[in-house]
């Protein structure tokens, strides 16, 4: 079929490649891995595993086995976790995070310092996903757990390590309160992640999520409910070194 004059196929001008080389055959029936991101991007392509069965996951881990950049598989089940493991038995494994990472080691830390907080314990998986995500695309990272609003004493107690950071994330659920008062007391930016911890008028989040939308203090930007690894990944861009975006 001609291509209309447009001069080939857009994708190869692109540089997608037009074949995965040294991907399992059998990958091909349902995912197409991305493993040009990190040179076109700066940051490798991540596996979201909700909605995957194990099997899919055992040859997606296959296939990025002898792969250079870092992997992040995330929202993994223990069910996800052992069909990675099954093929990369010494991969860095987080069940509380649901999140995985290969290969197991992150990258030694460049540019600044991406500092993570958690309203309450309970926020800590969502947090922990953000603390992780960043991690492992290369940024020294801090965790503050347990310092909401209704113990203000608690976040103004971590004032020094809070103006240490370069961005700092904050996952809240409840009346997601806590991102407007943390941008209040700091000069860097704020990544806030509504969380769905809460009760029945939390609305699985939204509460927080509106409520971090219209946050009084300037300087908040807000990612999706319970979206720690798009909060690590933007916190990872913003803390990375001058000039560089890894």
Request: glycine share 12%; hydrophobic share 45%.
């Amino acid at each position: 079929m001609p291509d209309g004059g447009g001069g080939g196929d857009p994708l190869k001008q692109a540089g997608h490649p037009p074949e995965q080389a040294g991907d399992p055959p059998e990958l091909a029936a349902f995912a197409t891995l991305d493993h040009d991101r990190a040179r076109r991007r700066g940051y490798p392509e991540a596996v979201y595993c909700a909605g995957k069965s194990p099997e899919q996951l055992s040859v997606i881990a296959a296939a990025v086995r002898d792969r250079p950049q870092v992997t992040l598989f995330t929202r993994a089940t223990s069910e996800h976790a052992q069909a990675v493991l099954s093929q990369l038995p010494t991969a860095f494994h987080d069940a509380q995070a649901g999140l995985l990472a290969w290969p197991p080691e992150p990258p030694p830390p460049t540019g600044g310092l991406v500092v993570v907080v958690a309203a309450g314990t309970s926020d800590y998986p969502v947090a922990r996903e953000a603390q992780l995500t960043a991690c492992y695309l290369g940024r020294a990272t801090d965790l503050v757990v347990d310092v909401g609003v209704a113990g203000l004493h608690r976040v103004l107690s971590r004032l020094d390590v809070l103006r240490r950071a370069r961005v700092i994330v904050v996952a809240a659920g409840m009346d997601g309160a806590l991102p407007s008062v943390v941008a209040g007391l700091v000069s860097a930016p704020v990544v806030a992640v509504p969380t769905s911890v809460g009760y029945g008028a939390s609305f699985g989040g939204v509460a927080a999520l509106l409520s971090m939308l219209n946050a009084c203090a300037p300087g908040v930007g807000v990612v999706n409910i319970d979206n720690g690894y798009g909060a690590g990944h933007l916190a990872a861009q913003i803390a990375a070194p001058d000039g560089a975006t890894q």
